[in-house]
């Protein structure tokens, strides 16, 4: 894709507010038993059982398929997730794993099992990394090229990551902050509709987007993709603002607009709204798992312990949900299926 233009407008659909049945105000959501799911003793078995399984059957923890994590009754309720994660409110919380009793690994391995029964894996960056790190890796925000999973002890903008699922495990905690916090997006884009559709047009056109180092040999350093996009029924929502203003150092790639700009200003005081946000500060155990169409998600800035055994650290997979049969072309798996089976490899 060339950069040395603006890109080229697309015809904006008829705008009007989109899944309402997935709409929720805090309010709406202020009892935390709505969508966190304490796991019970039985549910503790199971995970056991089902992990013990998977160790003798598959050495690598990335070879662990659904069929090879079991759970004959745990399946059904995370089955009833992946459809409140896709047509209801877009974010679920699973806690009470006792981490400090597996360890890491075999921590990992049950969180990647559950993930299984949600989806299937997506590569989360060129090298084919499918359970990523998210902790202080010594990166800057000022790099170009460093991801958000990388970054230190900085708060996060609300953003969406590059997958139809995203879920995240709490092993360790920050020493202090380090909040994770998920913003209704689809409530935004339909508040934007019904009160600023100028503004809401503006965003289903295509933005640029930084490759951040990501682009293959002899490729362009950027990409096209609309922040609101529409396929039939449903809403899609890929936002990651310091991607787009980052695309700017590219020779060839415009300014932001002025009346761009106010677009991206108006969702971000949206989603900071109280009143479309929740906070959840993920203790060790927690596994977080997110709608990116329809949920955006930030964190808080934080204070890590000096010892490198206790600082912050959590791990990521990005899932392809088996809910979703139809998505907008833009946003299909971009070769990730092509990619499946010729490698598979751990995140460092």
């Not at 922040?227 to 590219?250: G, K, M, Q, W």
Request: glycine share 8%; proline share 8%; hydrophobic share 35%.
């Amino acid at each position: 894709m060339s950069t040395s233009s603006a890109p080229t407008p697309t015809p904006t659909p008829a705008l009007e507010p989109l899944e309402p049945r997935a709409e929720w105000r805090a309010r709406d959501i202020a009892d935390r038993a709505l969508w966190t799911y304490r796991l019970t003793g039985a549910d503790i078995a199971e995970l056991d059982a089902a992990l013990a399984h998977a160790r003798a059957r598959c050495p690598d923890v990335l070879d662990i398929t659904r069929e090879d994590f079991p759970l004959p009754t745990l399946a059904a309720t995370l089955e009833r997730f992946e459809d409140e994660l896709i047509d209801g409110r877009g974010f679920q919380l699973i806690s009470g794993l006792p981490v400090e009793r597996y360890g890491d690994a075999d921590a990992c391995r049950i969180y990647w099992g559950i993930g299984m029964h949600l989806g299937r894996p997506w590569p989360q960056n060129k090298h084919g990394h499918l359970l990523g790190d998210v902790t202080d890796q010594g990166r800057y925000a000022s790099d170009p090229t460093a991801r958000g999973n990388e970054l230190g002890p900085i708060g996060m903008p609300y953003h969406s990551d590059g997958s139809d699922l995203v879920g995240l495990m709490c092993l360790r905690k920050a020493k202090s902050g380090g909040i994770s916090t998920v913003a209704n997006a689809l409530l935004a884009h339909n508040e934007m509709v019904r009160t600023r559709p100028d503004l809401a047009a503006v965003l289903y056109q295509p933005m640029i987007y930084d490759l951040r180092g990501e682009e293959q040999p002899g490729h362009a350093p950027t990409y096209e993709m609309p922040v609101f996009s529409r396929h039939r029924h449903r809403l899609f929502v890929r936002y990651i603002r310091p991607y787009i203003e980052s695309a700017r150092r590219h020779p060839g790639v415009p300014a932001i607009t002025a009346v761009q700009r106010e677009a991206f200003d108006l969702l971000d005081r949206m989603c900071r709204d109280p009143d479309f946000n929740v906070y959840m500060d993920l203790q060790p155990g927690d596994m977080q798992f997110i709608n990116n169409y329809h949920v955006l998600h930030a964190r808080t800035a934080f204070e890590d312990y000096p010892e490198p055994g206790r600082k912050r650290f959590l791990k990521r997979l990005w899932l392809e949900t088996r809910k979703l049969t139809e998505r907008p072309p833009h946003l299909e798996l971009r070769g990730a299926k092509a990619w499946w089976g010729r490698q598979r490899t751990k995140a460092s």
